[in-house]
């Protein structure tokens, strides 16, 4: 697990290949098995694979989600107030689906579109919305466009590593 870890970057360019149905279905499965408070399973998902779609998507936001465009598949991550936790619920759903995704040999990168503006008068979150007919009482979290990269990146080196933002049993006794 740690070394998927290592090895999972942001990509944002992708190789023109459609990801594969068992694959699609494993990255379903890793969102279903995500934990969620109470049982409440507050996220929900969208699979999004149209071309025009993603074209769609890839303006949700002012900047940050132009990559769509060109991602094979994107994963789209809402949250139900069902449960005060939901924000908390699909990070951890989405995050899931990101380390699934490098498991598979595939990439991906975070669009986040909660709290985001896709112009002076409309919210990512509308847009999302009113693009993937969401109903409005849900919120779109992010979208994880994935697929297979086409700009590999080198992984995380030990390094590079801040020790310093972990403390042992007090805040003021940083690692080094």
Known sequence: MLELLYQRRSIRRFKDIPVEQE??????KGG????SSRSLD???FIIVDDKELLQSLST????GS???RNAPLAIVVVGDNVSDVWVEDTVIAATFIQILVESL????????????????????????????K??????????????????????HTDEKLKYERFS???????MK
Do not use: M
């Not at 949700?60 to 900047?63: I, K, L």
């Open 105 to 132: 040999g595939l990439a991906s990168c975070w669009v986040q579109i909660r709290n985001r503006k896709h112009d002076e008068n409309t919210s990512s979150d509308e847009y999302v919305k009113q693009i993937l």
């Open 66 to 68: 132009s990559f769509l």
């Open 168 to 174: 042992i049993n007090t805040y003021d006794n940083k």
């Open 32 to 35: 279903l098995l995500a934990p």
């Open 60 to 63: 949700s936001r002012e900047y």
């Open 23 to 28: 694959k699609v279905e494993q990255l379903i």
């Open 42 to 44: 507050s996220q929900s």
């Open 134 to 155: 969401i109903p409005s009482e849900l919120h779109v979290e992010c979208i994880i466009g994935l697929g297979y990269a086409q700009e590999p990146k080198a992984p």
